[in-house]
T-cell receptor
Framework: GAGVSQSPRYKVTKRGQDVALRCDPI?????LYWYRQALGQGPEFLTY????????KSGLPNDRFSAERPEGSISTLTIQRTEQRDSAMYRC???????????????FGPGTRLTVL | LAKTTQPISMDSYEGQEVNITCSHN???????ITWYQQFPSQGPRFIIQ???TKVTNEVASLFIPADRKSSTLSLPRVSLSDTAVYYC?????????????FGKGTKLSVKP
């Protein structure tokens, strides 16, 4: 595709529900990143993948957060038992080179605005 | 990962040159310096990247002194559309980490 796409663009859920956020990277990009961005703050790293392998998940806040990229393309970030503090913009980015081994730039998607009531 | 420090905000007027300086005293040998721009309601967008000396592209210039402990993003003749948040990052490429650490960025406001 022309760029990184994310869906849904907006998600409102009730506390305690599970949500799944989807990221479709630029075709052919091998690395995929997830960030969370609070209002007025810079993006906060969550996790990243090289192909289907999750390389670093040190940024995931707790075990309610998980991510997968089973076929090395589309990725899903899942938040279980959502809490109000999970409300934020969740952004996905992709790059053509292997993360950690290149200086390739990251291309960001439009984000998913998650609101937990 | 090297921590960066940059001004929280800057004001400018149309047609002026804007220089945003970022400090990264603990930059490592294999770190590159990258600047991203973010408009409201959009994801960050790559502007420029460098390792040392000067880099110039169609959008901006990046000046990096010999000690690499700081860098300056230079935007020539800004316009209202350059109003955005600018992030300075250092990345440990070639190593074991692929994540980028964003700070709070510099909010640039360009006035008519």
């Amino acid at each position: 595709g022309a760029g990184v796409s994310q869906s849904p663009r907006y998600k409102v859920t009730k506390r305690g529900q599970d949500v799944a956020l989807r990221c479709d990277p630029i075709s052919g990009h091998v690395s995929l990143y997830w960030y969370r961005q609070a209002l007025g703050q810079g993006p906060e790293f969550l996790t990243y993948f090289n192909y289907e392998a999750q390389q670093d998940k040190s940024g995931l806040p707790n075990d309610r957060f998980s991510a997968e990229r089973p076929e090395g393309s589309i990725s899903t970030l899942t938040i279980q038992r959502t809490e109000q503090r999970d409300s934020a913009m969740y952004r996905c980015a992709s790059s053509s080179g292997l993360a950690g081994e290149s200086t390739d730039t990251q291309y960001f998607g439009p984000g998913t605005r998650l609101t937990v009531l | 990962l090297a921590k960066t420090t940059q001004p929280i905000s800057m004001d400018s007027y149309e047609g002026q040159e804007v220089n945003i300086t970022c400090s990264h005293n603990n930059i490592a040998t294999n770190d590159y310096i990258t600047w991203y721009q973010q408009f409201p309601s959009q994801g960050p967008r790559f502007i420029i990247q460098g390792y040392k000396t000067k880099v110039t592209n169609e959008v901006a210039s990046l000046f990096i002194p010999a000690d690499r402990k700081s860098s300056t993003l230079s935007l020539p003749r800004v316009s209202l559309s350059d109003t955005a948040v600018y992030y300075c990052l250092v990345g440990a490429y070639g190593g074991s980490q692929g994540n980028l650490i964003f700070g709070k960025g510099t909010k640039l406001s360009v006035k008519p």
